[in-house]
């Protein structure tokens, strides 16, 4: 059974931090990219970093470059999102997925084949 569980996220002050994690199962984790999206009330879902497990390189929105960093621990079949800085408009549902490479970073929700469940990061003072 395919599985890509999130943790980490929470409440956190601007200007906080965060780590999220994204452990998966039941796939060829090398394989894949891991991406990660975000929806917030009212908007629709958007990508905003992806990381290539099987050479680590990585893509970032602007909206995110700089203040988020992504790793991945093969070993442990899990990624990690370590948010920086953070802003209330970063609040919002937080979802990996994982989708193939070919030849570019997969940018769209309908480019990936599994997904997660979401977690909750809400940025508040």
């Known amino acids: 059974e395919v599985q890509l569980v999130e943790s980490g996220g929470g409440l956190v002050q601007p200007g906080g931090s965060l780590r999220l994690s994204c452990a998966a199962s039941?796939?060829?984790?090398?394989?894949?990219?891991i991406g990660w999206f975000r929806q917030a009330p009212g908007k629709e879902r958007e990508g905003f970093s992806c990381i290539n497990t099987s050479d680590g390189s990585t893509y970032w929105a602007d909206s995110v470059k700089g203040r988020f960093t992504i790793s991945s621990d093969n070993a442990k079949n899990t990624v990690h999102l370590q948010m920086n800085s953070l802003k209330p408009e970063d609040t919002a549902v937080y979802y990996c997925a994982a989708g193939a490479y070919s030849g570019s970073f997969p940018l769209h929700i309908y480019e990936y084949d599994y997904w997660g469940q979401g977690t909750q990061v809400t940025v508040s003072s």
């Open positions: 039941g796939f060829t984790f090398d394989d894949y990219v």
